[in-house]
């Protein structure tokens, strides 16, 4: 009687627990490893701020500087790593990134830092080998005419790594990146936020709203500030919120603040959004603010569009494991009643 009352309960918490490491098995796959190589930016003569780890260049007009960095490979075996120049810009929902394009970047930034600066072609697929040490170069030629505030980019490096065998699709890359800061002849220059627009998008697959304010100075804002609210009145009233907190806006570039409307779909009409921003001028930090509020409409065929390739709400597969867990219990107690009925 008991080994059977022992085997009706472990079979249930097997069935049980079998669900419960089925619906978990898409997290066991992970994987730390350690960079195989590091980079330090070497000295410049032209560099204005020892004290910092990026390039912070004071360049005259017209004259060309060379500027280098150290790569050192850590490793046992040879190692190939890419570099390149990219231009800065501001990610959406706050922060800087950097490209190597210069498409899409605002229309206020008249000279990006690709445009200028050129590293060694040699220097642009790195193979070295065990515990190499290797020193790099490029080169950045200031524009003739005067350039006010700041041209902003990185010096980044990218090893490629890709994991094989036992079907694993694992892939990752090592990668590093240096600032480079370029001062204009005039560099004291103060940021500008402008409102741009207010659309429907997607974001991060969900309908939303997008609200565009632009920089259109070249001074990088930090310590940044925002809180976007977009409201709508009349029948299908709703109002949502994005903040955003110790951010950063990259000098001449757009800043768009996304709001997302989760599973719920966007309606069409008239819409309000309130932005407020804050921050500092990276030259003095001094404080500064911005507020905009404006009015738009939305209209049915655009939200149509939207809703139709946002993700759905997914069904919730715990309700089915807790529905099934239940009833197996419940089986189990009637058993476990009539074994005890029957033989005790």
């Known amino acids: 009687m008991v080994s059977k009352i022992r085997g009706l309960v472990l079979g249930v918490f097997l069935i049980i627990a079998g ?19 590091e980079i330090q930016r070497l000295p410049a003569d032209t560099q204005v701020n020892n004290d910092v780890k990026y390039f912070d260049l004071k360049i005259d007009p017209g004259k060309t500087a060379t500027i280098k ?13 890419k570099s390149d120049i990219g231009n800065s810009f501001t990610q959406v929902g706050g922060g800087i990134d950097f490209t190597t394009s210069i498409k899409n970047l605002d229309s206020s930034l ?21 515990n190499e040490t290797r020193d790099i170069s490029a080169t950045v030629k200031m524009p003739t005419e005067h350039t006010r505030g700041q041209i902003y980019g990185d010096w980044h490096f990218i090893e490629y790594l890709n994991s094989k065998g036992s079907g694993s699709a694992i892939s990752s890359n090592y990668a590093y990146a240096v600032g480079i800061v370029l001062r204009g002849t005039n560099y004291k220059v103060y940021p500008e936020l402008k409102y741009d627009q207010t659309k429907a998008i997607l974001y991060k697959k ?18 940044v500030t925002a ?37 719920d ?11 407020q921003v804050k921050g500092e001028s990276d030259w003095n930090h001094l404080p500064m603010s911005w507020h905009f509020k404006k009015t738009f409409t939305v209209k049915k065929a655009t939200v149509a569009k939207i809703n139709e390739n946002a993700l759905k709400q997914p069904k919730n597969k715990w309700l089915y ?20 009925s029957s033989g005790v």
């Open 19 to 37: 669900f419960i490491i089925s619906s978990k098995a898409t997290f066991a796959a992970t994987q730390t490893q350690n960079a195989d190589f």
């Open 69 to 81: 960095m150290r790569i050192q490979n850590f490793t046992d075996h040879k190692i190939t790593v």
């Open 110 to 130: 008249k000279v990006p830092l690709t445009k200028i600066t050129n590293i060694a072609p040699t220097d642009r697929v790195l193979r070295l080998g065990p």
């Open 206 to 223: 969900h309908s939303g709203m997008g609200i565009d304010l632009r920089n259109t100075q070249p001074m990088m804002i930090q310590n």
């Open 227 to 263: 809180q976007a609210v977009v409201s709508k009145a009349g029948v299908f009233a709703s109002k949502h919120v994005f903040n955003v907190t110790d951010s950063k806006i990259a000098p001449n570039s757009k800043f768009t603040l996304p709001i997302t409307w989760s599973y």
């Open 265 to 275: 779909q966007l309606k069409p009409g008239k819409y309000t959004v309130n932005v």
């Open 321 to 340: 494991v807790s529905v099934a867990s239940g009833v197996l219990l419940v089986i189990a107690s009637v058993e476990l009643l009539k074994l005890l």
